[in-house]
């Protein structure tokens, strides 16, 4: 698909009250929703869009799609949009606004991360000790997960997560103390607050902009299908059942955002929601054109805020 075509053609569900229509997959009626031209409104096929029956049909079909089905119905961007016979007179670039406001910086330096890197949190002990002795992963296994995602510690044996972007670079690091049986005990701290503390960062010069927790890991393994998950314990802890998959983690519940998810768009994804949250996380994935999810549905009958974690370490939690 050329680059025009991506940047002039823009399709997004449709979203207008009383457009939906019979599922092409389930039949069921009234819970189809097409894609739309963004610039003219107008359907794009029968099709091509999505279900509403998220936990049992399932049935999604992209633009992206559509076009690989369809090549002989690629467009030009300027079939439809054909250059006005005022073009020299309209064409003048208008001048921005100049502004004096700074950019501010968002990440912090490298160096950060090689300072805290070492396995003495009480989080990497508890996953030697008890998760990778328990169901027989091997320590090699967790040193690998512990690179890979750059875990580190502080002097009182919090782990800290770093958040490290596609492009690799660091935009935070929270900081979490676990208990001997893998438990979270009190609330995060974040590297950057430290630092702001410490007077080596202006808060007048630098602002936090998170993202996805394992995000730097997409570029790392192009290939691979992603699992998103809310916690980075979650993520870490998956990545040690399932290493086939990338995980990544929000953060947090409430982290989930588009802007987050614009990362994802391209990639293979499947959503794991705590118990819940699942149409809080639906109504966020669906805003993100292009994005292609399944979502597992294996912890909404369990009881409030339960993850895949607890179900995948629930014979470890019940021999204590």
């Known amino acids: 698909m050329s680059d025009i075509y991506n940047k002039h053609f823009t399709y997004s569900l449709d979203k207008r009250r009383g457009y939906k229509y019979t599922c092409p997959s389930c039949h069921g009626k009234k819970c189809f929703r097409r894609y739309v031209e963004n610039a003219t409104g107008r359907e794009l096929a029968e099709d091509v869009g999505v279900c509403d029956h998220i936990n049992s049909c399932r049935y999604q079909k992209s633009p992206r799609e559509y076009f690989a089905e369809h090549p002989e119905l690629k467009k030009d961007w300027r079939d439809n ?35 805290y890197q070492n396995s003495n949190s009480n ?9 990778a002795r328990f169901y027989g992963i091997s320590i090699d296994k967790v040193k690998e997960v512990f690179l890979d995602y750059n875990l580190g510690a502080d002097n009182i044996r919090r782990v800290v997560f770093w958040q490290r972007d596609s492009e690799g670079r660091v935009r935070t690091g929270k900081l979490m103390q676990y208990s001997a049986d893998g438990h979270r005990e009190g609330n995060p701290n974040w590297i950057h607050c430290f630092l702001m503390n410490q007077k080596k960062l202006d808060s007048n010069t630098w602002e936090l902009r998170q993202c996805l927790f394992g995000e730097h890991l997409l570029s790392k393994y192009p290939d691979k299908e992603v699992g998103l998950v809310e916690s980075e314990k979650t993520a870490v802890i998956c990545s040690l059942f399932y290493p086939e998959k990338v995980w990544v983690a929000s953060g947090g519940c409430h982290n989930l ?3 987050k998810l614009q990362v994802l768009v391209g990639r293979r994804v499947t959503v794991y929601p705590d118990s819940g949250v699942l149409a809080k996380w639906y109504g966020k994935l669906i805003r993100v054109e292009g994005l292609m999810f399944t979502i597992d549905t294996s912890c909404e009958d369990k009881p409030a805020n339960t993850d895949i974690a607890d179900i995948l370490l629930s014979d470890l939690y019940a021999s204590h």
């Open 257 to 259: 955002s588009v802007e």
């Open 81 to 115: 949009h054909p250059v006005p016979v005022n073009w020299a007179q309209c064409s003048k670039p208008v001048e921005s606004p100049k502004t004096t406001e700074p950019v501010k910086e968002f990440t912090l330096d490298s160096s950060y991360v090689e300072a």
């Open 123 to 131: 989080f990497v002990i508890w996953l030697v000790n008890s998760v």
